[in-house]
């Protein structure tokens, strides 16, 4: 999916999903909520995955 497509899916502007990506802003509950929802995840599996990811952003 691209970036526009998944912009486009959390109803969201692609600037915004880049500005995330990138770690300018963080994810908010309502994305966060409605990705748990629509993937095949626990709330506490996408926590761990985004508490991996800022780890691993910091290391870089």
Same mark, same amino acid.
Do not use: H, S
């Given at each position: !999916? /691209?970036?526009s497509e998944? =912009? /486009?899916?959390l109803g969201i502007t692609p600037a915004y999903v &880049? !500005?995330?990506e990138s770690? +300018? /802003?963080s994810v908010s509950e309502k994305?966060?909520?409605?990705i +748990? #929802? &629509?993937?095949? =995840?626990? &709330?506490?599996?996408f926590l761990e995955?985004? /508490?991996r990811y800022e &780890? #691993? $952003? $910091?290391l870089g």
């Open positions: !999916m /691209r970036q998944y =912009a /486009r899916w &880049n !500005m995330i770690g +300018v /802003r994305i966060e909520c409605f +748990v #929802l &629509n993937f095949d =995840a626990t &709330n506490a599996e995955f985004v /508490r &780890n #691993l $952003k $910091k």
